[in-house]
């Protein structure tokens, strides 16, 4: 399993440790009940190597489409671009990572959602590779040969004032479909979210952690991540711009991303008035 978790590091490092390896499918979601596109770019700030860094870029494309009785399809395509340069030369790949397929229930004051990663993506490369570090809130996104199951859900604390506090839960687990000697693997999520839902915007700062259960074995901080992240939203009738800023607190994983920025870009088919309440 340890060639699973890998994935998420340069494979010339291979020394970052499980904190630079856990990532996983957000546990924060909103409680919008539109029909919705989403466009999601991130940039993470790389340092590997000093100088020459390779410059990644990473899209998400998502679809949201309501199906009634307060439920929802959730469906992702990750994208990631790579350029590097390999012995004085100019190198690009660009690689179409797993795609993401679930189901969201939204209740009063409660989000719960279901869900899988295809393992459609072909053999490692440097683009899959380094692809799982521009987001540490999405696991499988580009892994090889690996189911990736989760769960999610949030628990609203405030629900009658648009300021907010959330609480958030999860797990992932991690099925090999090829290979021998390759057990799955289950991971936990759990966060604390604050920040203001309103009818115009959406601004929520969340403390996020990621704990690999399967390998008890190892002492707590060897199998624990943290991160902070920032979320912002301008809800501009149907098309709602947004930006994204996250940064890890354990020192295996900012050793080699100290953060990463996105824009993301959605269009509702009804225009946004606010998130679950």
């Known amino acids: 399993?340890?060639?699973?978790?890998?994935?998420?590091?340069?494979?010339?490092?291979?020394?970052?440790?499980?904190?630079?390896?856990?990532?996983?499918?957000?546990?924060?979601?909103?409680?919008?009940?539109?029909?919705?596109?989403?466009?999601?770019?991130?940039?993470?700030s790389l340092d590997l190597y000093g100088n020459n860094e390779p410059s990644l870029y990473t899209m998400y494309a998502g679809l949201q489409a309501?199906?009634?009785?307060?439920?929802?399809?959730?469906?992702?395509?990750?994208?990631?671009?790579?350029?590097?340069?390999?012995?004085?030369?100019?190198?690009?790949?660009?690689?179409?990572?797993n795609p993401y397929l679930g189901i969201r229930y939204t209740g009063r004051g409660a989000i719960t959602e279901f869900g899988m990663r295809l393992p459609t993506s072909g053999d490692y490369n440097i683009v899959r590779v380094l692809g799982s570090q521009s987001a540490l809130d999405r696991l499988g996104a580009f892994t090889p040969k690996v189911l990736t199951l989760r769960f999610a859900a949030n628990i609203k604390a405030t629900r009658e004032s648009e300021g907010f506090v959330r609480f958030g839960t999860g797990g992932v687990l991690l099925v090999p479909t090829s290979g021998e000697n390759q057990d799955a693997e289950l991971l936990g999520q759990y966060g604390l979210q604050a920040g203001y839902d309103g009818?115009?915007?959406?601004?929520?700062?969340?403390?996020?952690?990621?704990?690999?259960?399967?390998?008890?074995?190892?002492?707590?901080?060897?199998?624990?991540l943290h991160y902070l992240d920032f979320n912002g939203i301008y809800r501009a009738g149907r098309i709602q711009p947004g930006i994204y800023l996250m940064i890890p607190m354990d020192d295996d994983s900012s050793a080699y991303i100290s953060s990463v920025i996105g824009i993301s870009l959605?269009?509702?088919?009804?225009?946004?008035?606010?998130g679950e309440k």
């Open 199 to 224: 009818a115009r915007a959406f601004v929520g700062i969340a403390f996020n952690g990621l704990l690999w259960i399967s390998q008890s074995g190892l002492g707590y901080g060897n199998r624990t």
């Open 1 to 44: 399993m340890k060639r699973i978790l890998n994935s998420a590091v340069l494979a010339a490092i291979m020394v970052a440790g499980i904190c630079g390896l856990l990532q996983g499918q957000t546990i924060w979601m909103n409680g919008d009940s539109s029909h919705a596109l989403n466009l999601d770019f991130r940039k993470p």
């Open 266 to 274: 959605t269009y509702s088919f009804s225009s946004a008035t606010g």
């Open 66 to 97: 309501w199906l009634g009785s307060n439920s929802h399809l959730v469906c992702e395509l990750p994208i990631a671009y790579v350029s590097y340069e390999y012995y004085s030369h100019d190198k690009r790949q660009i690689s179409i990572g």
